[in-house]
């Protein structure tokens, strides 16, 4: 029986408690540059904190793929340790080069690699990590742990609201056009990952109408599951958070997989939507 490893990426939000996967998956940093410094995802200078403090000085504060060659150290790591296989599960193409470097360093790994691209971001990519895993913690092969991770992630809907899409547009993560029209016309935007890629979902008039709408849309891409998990993550919005948590909580009671999960957006991601982002990602239960 084949041992199977999972990869990811910083950006995936996993569960502070990966159970009987924690063996199984290994997650990789993403680059945050700030006024030209590097830093890993994830470390002490690119907490939420300091990411919401660089932003409101005006820093600039950009991201960057893992190198081929830190996703190739980490397969031969893996591959010594005595794993057969690696299942390397990515945030979307469409918006960071993450899986280009994992098949880059793919070519030269010791053992095989199939690297996924999960056309989604944050939760959903930690969705699809989870599902894979669970099927190489049953034994299952790589081929079998990637089915899984699409799987899940096709049955996934993430919507989010930012208070501006400045940031977005400055990464070149949305369109210029959809940027200044939800400028011009001093709308709140409430954006989807369709095909892997960040597009308008709804305009809605005030920031307060806008929560209010992205919790229905929550409530709506449950309707046709039986059971659900569901996560609420934000970047310097606790109070809004707290109360698109509990609003979920009471509307969807019976239907999810424990508690509803929350979590801070991490600064790679957090560097693309701003201060003031809510996001509502709902997927269908293990």
Do not use: W
Request: charged share 20%; net charge negative; glycine share 10%.
């Amino acid at each position: 029986m084949a041992r199977v490893a999972i990869v990811t990426d910083s950006t995936a939000m996993l569960p502070s408690d990966l159970g009987d996967a924690t063996e199984l998956i290994t997650s990789v940093p993403l680059q945050v540059i700030v006024d030209g410094t590097s830093y890993d995802d994830g470390v002490e200078e690119t907490s939420p904190d300091a990411l919401l403090t660089a932003l409101a000085a005006h820093k600039t504060v950009t991201t960057s793929r893992p190198s081929p060659a830190l996703l190739g150290e980490v397969y031969a790591k893996l591959a010594a340790e005595g794993f057969d296989e690696i299942v390397s599960i990515h945030l979307s193409a469409e918006l960071s080069a993450t899986c280009e470097s994992s098949m880059l360093a793919a070519r030269e790994a010791p053992i095989p690699v199939v690297t996924v691209d999960t056309r989604q971001v944050g939760p959903g990519v930690g969705f699809a990590v989870m599902a894979a895993a669970a099927v190489a913690g049953r034994g299952g092969s790589a081929a079998e742990a990637r089915e899984a991770a699409l799987e899940r992630v096709a049955a996934t809907r993430s919507y989010f609201y930012v208070d501006t899409l400045e940031y977005l547009r400055r990464g070149g993560r949305i369109g210029a056009a959809a940027a200044l029209l939800g400028t011009a016309l001093a709308v709140k935007p409430l954006l989807t990952i369709e095909e892997g890629r960040v597009v308008p979902h709804e305009r809605v008039r005030t920031a307060e109408r806008a929560i209010a709408r992205l919790q229905a849309l929550g409530v709506e891409a449950c309707e046709d599951a039986d059971a659900v998990e569901v996560v609420v993550a934000h970047l310097g919005s606790p109070d809004r958070a707290a109360a698109m948590t509990e609003g979920l909580s009471s509307e969807l009671n019976g239907k999810i997989n424990g508690d509803v999960r929350v979590g801070e957006l991490g600064a790679v991601l957090g560097a693309h939507v701003g201060p003031g982002c809510v996001a509502v990602v709902v997927g269908p239960r293990l």
